[in-house]
């Protein structure tokens, strides 16, 4: 099991971004799917969960301007990323709690992707 991130990158402030993380392999069940985000000299911090029926939670920086949403189909969930700012620079990372068809239940973490918000 993996989860592969896309879609980081450069823009400016104001501009949007979405990011896109797919879990592949055997996969059982995935419950809650989420995005968290390191800065430099920071300590990582959740920004947004997605329960497996949809309830969803932000952290309060991001309330109003980042929706995040999932496939279950694709077992990929999304983060769009809106009115962005200088301070939501980092590396994202998701993260899905999952059961494997020969594994218990665990967290996964894919890769990160980098987003840059230029002022």
């Known amino acids: 099991v993996q989860l592969q991130a896309s879609g980081g990158g450069l823009v400016q402030a104001g501009g949007s971004l979405t990011l896109s993380c797919a879990a592949s392999?055997?996969?059982?069940?995935?419950?809650?799917m989420g995005w968290y985000r390191q800065a430099p000299g920071k300590r990582r911090e959740l920004v947004a969960a997605?329960?497996?029926?949809?309830?969803?939670d932000y952290v309060d920086s991001v309330k109003g301007r980042y929706t995040i949403s999932r496939d279950n189909d694709k077992n990929t969930v999304y983060l769009q990323m809106n009115s962005l700012k200088p301070e939501d620079t980092a590396a994202y990372y998701c993260?899905?709690?999952?059961?494997?068809?020969?594994?218990?239940?665990?967290?996964?973490w894919g890769q990160g992707t980098l987003v840059t918000v230029s002022s």
């Open positions: 392999g055997s996969i059982s069940s995935i419950n809650r």
């Open positions: 997605i329960t497996s029926i949809g309830s969803t």
């Open positions: 993260n899905a709690d999952l059961r494997g068809q020969r594994s218990a239940w665990r967290s996964y």
